[in-house]
């Protein structure tokens, strides 16, 4: 079989990896599309590296954007075959994947209105303006193609493939994908030999959750493998301990809602990093910790994932469990409030009185949370407080740079007088030491004979590769975009 790494190569985003095996099986790791750039990313969106209608399958490891984005998009083009995932992918694609439609229409429509403006005596004939990736209607066909299988039940994609789902503990249905394909083996000119035909074992991670994670369970130990394809966001940073991050965020809401009457904004991804905050804030308000000020979820893609979480609560950790014993809905509380108007949202920008206002998107490039930082951040009792992971081209990284006085947000200079924070401790992503740990301790290290290291950025990728090979793992990689490697 040959792998090619088609995206999140030395960056984070679009992740996608082509399986063919020698049978002539095509096999999609992942859909993912690239974020982060605005209309910058269209290029690469479109350019897939392959022919959608000569793939077999698409192996889905979770319903985050980066990774399961361009579904619809394939699909559109003529992809015919099964999207095998998890129920809860299954659940929350179905959601954040129309919520991506209906962002995409926006962009485009802001960036065509732009063009216009720019290009007033258009040539006749040439084409300025773009379109949608896809739209509603191919979001509804997509979703026609999803087959879901739980946790730890092997299954057959064709006679020679089979698959096992593990939990990855890095979302509501995050899954670590072990393939095994049967081939013959290679002599060492590369020539099939059939007289040595076994299962061959690739593992594809995804994304790896946390050792210790309020809402998630830890990642389960996965299937011994022959070669491994392992992300890397955090492969050269080290996490806070996680009481340490829930003292540092109720450190934060005293010192803006309390002492600066002022209110705290918080961007989070709407699937995943805002149920976590929430379920911390309720575990402070249940302790008699938290102040007595009004909390809002802004956002109808995250008030509608909450109800998934609930869904599926089986899935969530013992601390959750635990926690549902006493307590019916630990995502919600007396002074928390979700909304889904559009006017009510607006409304919150012309309040004055402390409060907590959590909102998408994670990385501040679209949705409410935007607006709301470009009306507070020039007001001093305010706190921007990013939860999570930021691509370096983002809004929600830039904010971030030390001394920065002013930046532009939705075409206008605005001066920074808000407080810019960080806690990096509600990450959905294992640190090294963590990703390390996990994986060691689900493989026997020598039996890996090529591991593969992705979905990083080139410092943090190329600092993994060092971590695992003093782990003993051999033949550590780090794939350009474009490359194929035989097996």
Known sequence: MKIQ??????EVTGSKHLITTDSGHTILLDCGMYQGKGMETDA????????????????????????????????????????????????LCALMLTDTAFIQEQDVRTYNKKIDRQNPHKEKGKKYKVEPLYNQQD?????????????????????????????SGHMLGGAICSLEIYEDDKDPNGHPSSATRRWKRLTYTGDIGRAQCHILPSPHLFPQCDYLICESTYGDRLHEEQVVTE?????????????????????????????????????????????????????????????????????L??????????????????????????????????????????????????????????????????????????????????????????????????????????????????????MIDYITRSQQVNQVQKVFVVHGEEQSAQAYKSHLEEAGFRSVSVPEKGEIVQL
Request: hydrophobic share 35%; charged share 25%; with cysteine.
């Open 5 to 10: 790494f088609l995206g999140a190569t030395r």
């Open 44 to 91: 690469d969106n479109r350019d897939l590296g392959f022919d959608p209608a000569k793939i077999d399958c698409v192996v889905l490891s979770h319903a985050h954007i980066d990774h399961s984005g361009l579904i619809p998009y394939i699909v559109k083009l003529g992809f015919k075959g099964d999207i095998y995932c998890t129920p809860a992918t299954r659940d």
């Open 139 to 167: 979001v509804n066909k997509a979703m026609r193609h999803f087959v879901t299988y739980s946790y730890d039940r092997r299954f057959r994609l064709f006679d020679d493939v089979l698959l096992t789902f593990t939990n």
């Open 247 to 315: 003292e540092e965020l109720l450190g934060v809401v005293e010192d803006t809602c309390v002492y600066r009457k002022g209110q705290l904004l918080i961007p989070s991804f709407s699937v995943g990093r805002t149920q976590e905050i929430v379920y911390v804030l309720n575990r402070l308000y249940n302790d008699g910790r938290l102040p007595q000020i009004p909390v809002y979820v802004d956002s109808p893609m995250s008030t509608n994932a909450t109800q998934i979480f609930r869904m599926y609560s089986d899935e």
């Open 317 to 434: 950790s013992e601390e959750v469990q635990d926690t549902l014993r006493f307590d019916s809905d630990p995502f919600g509380f007396n002074t928390l409030r979700y909304i889904t108007d559009i006017n009510e949202s607006k409304a919150l920008n012309h309040k004055d009185e402390p409060c907590i206002i959590i909102s998408a998107s994670g990385m501040l490039e679209a949705g409410r949370i935007k607006h709301h930082v470009a009306n507070h951040i020039s007001d001093p009792r305010c706190t921007i407080l990013i939860i999570g992971y930021c691509s370096p081209t983002t809004l929600g990284a830039r904010i971030q740079e030390p001394g920065l006085k002013w930046i532009s947000i939705f075409g206008l200079d605005r001066r920074i007088k808000a407080q810019i924070t960080k806690i990096e401790g509600f990450s959905g992503h294992g640190d090294w030491k963590e």
